[in-house]
């Protein structure tokens, strides 16, 4: 055992730690085991003891009781043949089934004391013997004594009676010799158990002696790999500081990146919105003239209703439902003008984006109103096709308006290239799944090719002469900042349709 523990490898603490707990587990294991092995064989060394003793003893006092009874049951019968007194009877038949309760009981306890030969013999003697005493009982009985003595005085007793003590001296000699032995076999044992406890003693000192000395080793080891843990975790603290302080100015960096990021993205969205008023203000300057025109009429109106009305007046005219039917006119047109007014000071007002559930044809129909001077100006035909009763898209209702205005004019351009005899616009919305409504704008003017459809969304791509190439572009970004898509294609003999898809409010 000393040798595999000196043999451990040092290299491998934790194989050590696992073979001197195993070790010691084992030899306290071993102890308790041995202890009680030990144990038990004292305890039947000791009780084996008790028994042979016991034996031993009830042997030599069967032997004395066997002996005195037999001197007493031949004396009863003779004294009775002698005296003629019926005690003696009454004495011999009270202690003989007690003589014969003793041999039996000393034949149970030491079978092998007399081989079977001998008792056969011994105990046909006897039974000669207990018959012609109960013969010599009967003769005493009938008053012939004379008889009673001759059966027991003769020499067929006496053969008999010395054959009988020759085998009872044989089974006293038996039995003294089976005592012994109990005795002689109890002492071997106890020597032996004796012997094994020392042996067993010394041999669990012995490798007690060199669990204990592993144990030193390895509580010294334990010592030293504490001491070594102690460092390392002051150490640890150490570096854990510094790997937290390190921590601590990444995450100011992070901080002070994320910062400078956040405002980066609020500076790309303010020049997004600046970039998409711009472009408002662009279409607006583009349709200038139409705007002005269509401002014209009503203002005209206005004036000439209320100089109508003033004359009136002058004149003393009493022509008053004239003369209000007259303003109320001029308040019309005056509201019309008004309401233009309105509608390009909201569509070229610089503001936050408010992204919201709006309703696709109010929309439609507001762009209109803004684009329908130019269409006319031009007589070119819009044709509207708008689905009733659609549910509302997630948008800003200002950058919606600009995307389809900023359509519709390119569809306009587009129309009067080719100047054909029945230009037409087509605008449409519709209902194209359970999730997604669509708004189209068809022209039936020129067609790009597929190279032009390509590159038409590409930023400062442009077919005009004064253009910037950045409509198509700003409106394919607005309608993605909603979740929607703006693509185009050609429509063979139709002309080029662009499509503009947006996903339904959560609540549609």
Sequence with gaps: MENVGIGMSEGDPGTKDRFVIGYLTIAVLLTVLTMSWLGWEAYRTIDATKIAAVKAARIEELHGIIVHLDEVLTMSARMAATTG????????????????????????????????????????????????????????????????????????????????????IHFATGLTSLADEYFDNASKRVTVTLSMILIAIVALLAGWIVVLRNTSQWKAAIVEKAAALVELNANLDQKVQERTNRLQRVNEDLAIEIEARRRIEEQDRQHQLELAHATRLTIVGEMASGLSHELHQPLTSVMNYTNGCLRRLRNGDEGQEEIISAMEKAVKEAKRASDIMWRMRRFTRLGDVNVEPVDINEVVKEA?????????????????????????????????????????????????????????????????????????????????????IDRAFYPFYTTKKDGMGLGLTISRSIIESFGGELTAKVVRHEGTLFQICLPLTASA
Aim: with cysteine.
């Design 85 to 168: 007194h019926g005690k003696w009877e009454d004495r011999y038949r009270q202690f003989e089934p007690k003589l014969r309760q003793a041999i039996e009981e000393a034949q149970s306890i030491a079978p092998e004391a007399m081989s079977k030969e001998a008792a056969a013999v011994t105990e046909d003697a006897n039974n000669v013997l207990v018959k012609l005493e109960y013969d010599a009982f009967r003769h005493v009985r009938q008053r012939r004594l004379d008889e009673a003595r001759r059966v027991l005085f003769n020499n067929e007793y006496e053969d008999h009676k010395r054959i009988y003590a020759e085998g009872m």
């Design 368 to 452: 209109m109103v803004l684009a329908d001077p130019d269409y006319r100006k031009h007589d070119i035909r819009v044709h509207v096709e708008l689905e009733e009763g659609l549910p509302s898209v997630m948008a800003d209702r200002i950058q919606m308006e600009q995307v389809i205005l900023n359509l519709l004019r390119n569809a306009l351009e587009a129309v009067q290239k080719i100047d054909p005899d029945n230009p037409e616009v087509i605008v449409a919305t519709a209902l194209i799944d359970a999730g997604h409504v669509a708004l189209t704008v068809l022209d039936r003017g020129c067609c790009l090719n597929e190279d032009e």
